[in-house]
């Protein structure tokens, strides 16, 4: 195999811990978090303090669509929204639609929870443009639609705060060309199919491997699935083995779904640790372990928990009147956790505790 051995590679790596730039918004104050960064975390500041809700004049009923709750980012969102909802006394309903390949049960959420007079929608969307008729019903209704931390294409949207999933596939590529050293295979197994998540990590990852300097770089195998089940990876995993047997790096929208391609390398006789893997979202701590001992490689985590913290206060704000409420799109915080950073990071920052110590 061509893939470099990780002790070659560590400090290219660890240099590439990142975390997006937030789009300045002139208007919005402390609406918009400013934190320093280092080793994949926010340092100083608390990230939560920099957000700031004005306390409800009255109860509120807000309703929050996700996408669904089979992963660890979406189950640490909605456990973030209850406990946010909880300190600011506002009631809060949370609807899935039951995976990113159902996009008519959000929709028809959503006209529910237009129907009922919320008094704010928090949403993780589906689709970025499929709801967007629906968001100006809502602002025509007086309901504010709080977004992310994926953001709806609709300029209607009182919030939009975006993850920049497109930097993390570029990020996911060149952490690959690093390791690989600008030549090798790549499978691409992307879990969640059907949604923008999983087709825009895609764009992004495409983009920066069509570049010149990426010519090498060949990804051998590819496959998508409508869920995030590690059985289909392993299965997708096999069936490359057998097609395209020389592998030198494995990509997987989430680290649930890369375990099934580690059970399909250990049973054709091959050490996970001599194939790059990369992709997104820690699932629980046992993913953090694998992250510390080398197995995987390069992880970009976004932060759910933040998200839903912010897009509830914001609501708040919106409500109220008072307070601030940015007006251009937010870039979300996101992190590159590597065998070198993971065990410097404050995991709460990102996922909730309880989440990552369930058992799957």
């Known amino acids: 195999m061509r893939y470099v051995r990780k002790e070659s590679i560590a400090i290219a790596i660890s240099l590439m811990v990142v975390l997006t730039v937030l789009v ?191 010519r090498n770089i060949e990804i051998t195998f590819e496959d998508d699935f409508p869920g995030f089940d590690p059985a289909d990876t392993q299965s997708a995993t096999e069936n490359a083995l057998v097609a395209e047997p020389e592998v030198d790096a494995i990509v997987t929208t989430t680290m649930l779904e890369m375990t099934g391609a580690i059970q399909a390398l250990r049973a054709a006789g091959q050490d996970p640790k001599d194939v790059f893997l990369a992709g997104g979202g820690v699932q629980t701590t046992g993913d953090i372990d694998l992250i510390k001992d080398g197995t995987f490689d390069l992880v970009l985590q976004d932060s759910p928990v933040r998200a839903a913290q912010w897009l509830t206060r914001w609501c708040v704000n919106q409500l109220e009147g008072s307070g601030e409420v940015p007006t251009e799109v937010i870039r979300a915080p996101f992190a590159a956790f590597t065998p070198k950073n993971v065990g410097k990071v404050d995991m709460e920052v990102w996922l909730d505790p309880g989440v990552l110590e369930r058992d799957l």
């Open 24 to 214: 300045p918004v002139a208007s919005a104050g402390d609406a918009i978090p400013r934190e320093a960064k280092q080793d994949g975390q926010y340092v100083g500041k608390p990230v939560t303090d920099s957000v700031v809700a004005t306390e409800p004049s009255r109860d509120y009923r807000f309703t929050a669509l996700l996408p669904h709750r089979f992963e660890a980012d979406l189950q640490s969102y909605a456990a973030a929204l209850e406990d946010e909802a909880a300190e600011l006394g506002v009631t809060i309903e949370i609807s899935d639609s039951g995976g990113y390949d159902k996009p008519e049960n959000q929709t028809a959420q959503f006209e529910a929870a237009i129907a009922s007079e919320t008094d704010a929608i928090i949403l993780w969307p589906v689709s970025v443009d499929g709801l967007n008729p629906l968001i100006e019903r809502a602002n025509a209704a007086g309901i504010p639609v709080c977004a992310g931390p994926v953001a709806p294409s609709s300029a209607e949207t009182t919030v939009r705060l975006d993850n920049d999933i497109h930097s993390m596939g570029v990020k996911i590529a060149q952490g690959v060309r690093k390791a690989l050293k600008g030549k090798g295979n790549v499978y691409l197994l992307l879990g969640g199919a059907g949604g923008s998540y999983a087709s825009t990590l895609r764009q992004g990852l495409e983009d920066e491997l069509a570049k010149k300097k990426n």
